[in-house]
Every structure is written in C-alpha cells, then in structure tokens.
C-alpha cells in the first residue's frame, strides 16, 4: 500500500496492485482474534495517513484491516482482487506477469508476498512421535482450545 501511494503521486505512470485476498488488509485478515500490532499506532501508520488511535494504542486485527481499507479507498489505489500472481517472466525488454491465461506487460515489478499462506514448520528429531498438538501461528485463532493445557510457545518472530 506504500509503494502504491508513492506511485499514485506520479501523475506519469500507470499501475496495479494485484491481491490475492477477497478484501483490504492482507495477512491482517488471517490473524487471531485478540492480535494487536506489535507497535503503537504511531509507528505503524502508513505515508500519507496516521493511523487512528493515539501515540500508545496498539490497534487491533479489526482496528489494522479496517486502517488499510480505509486507506485504499482515500487514497484511491488501483488494486485487483482475488487474483493470483504465478509467475513473473522476461519477454523481450520487458516483465509480463502471469495470472492464469493473463499475461499483465510491466516495465517494473514490486513483489510484496505474505507470509500467513504457506507456514513453515520446521522438523525436529521426535517429531514422528510427538503424539501432542501442534499448530502454526498462522492457523492460531484463539486461547480456548488449550485451556488447562501445557503450552509451549516457540518461534523465529511475533508469533
């Protein structure tokens, strides 16, 4: 979304935002029920639009996917979606992005992919025989399933 309100101020150039997602929000809309951004609003506002809520207020999933959408519209960002992007190819002295029987041309390609679509989860000597649960963060909704459980937590970043 950054790229594109950057690119919207050049009256020079024409661009698309490809989403595979059904709205706004990207990963945000995949999150668990009670995740908030992991800085305060004032650090995670985007060019050209302060994200609500306060110097402190660390905004919810809702708060965040409700921001992005809100900022897609104002600043009128030409996004497709659902779309799914397979490949980005040369041809001749340009790009062409492949989508299905659709071939986009570009002379630039900005790849800005998710990370919630395809989870890593690294093996581990036992793993085979482990016989607990084991999730992804990626696929975490909410606390209740592992009341009264033994818990471990491992991870590479905020999950």
């Known amino acids: 979304m950054a790229v594109g309100y950057y690119l919207r101020r050049r009256t020079d150039l024409s661009f698309v935002i490809l989403d595979s997602e059904e709205g706004p929000g990207g990963a945000w809309r995949h999150g668990w029920d009670s995740l908030h951004a992991f800085s305060p609003a004032r650090y995670s506002s985007l060019p050209g639009r302060l994200m609500p809520g306060g110097a402190e207020k660390y905004p919810t999933r809702d708060e965040v996917v409700s921001y992005l959408a809100d900022y897609e519209e104002r600043f009128e960002l030409p996004v497709r979606r659902p779309v799914c992007v397979e ?14 029987r659709v071939r986009l041309p570009a002379r630039a390609v ?17 793993r085979e025989t482990f016989r607990g649960e084991q999730t992804h963060s990626g696929r975490y909704v909410r606390p209740e399933p592992y009341a009264g459980k033994r818990v ?3 991870g590479g970043g905020n999950s």
């Open 87 to 100: 490949g980005v190819y040369r041809e001749d002295e340009r790009l062409a992005v492949k989508m299905g």
């Open 110 to 126: 900005v790849s800005a992919t998710g990370t919630w679509r395809r989870p890593y989860v690294p093996d581990y000597p036992g």
């Open 152 to 154: 471990l937590v491992v």
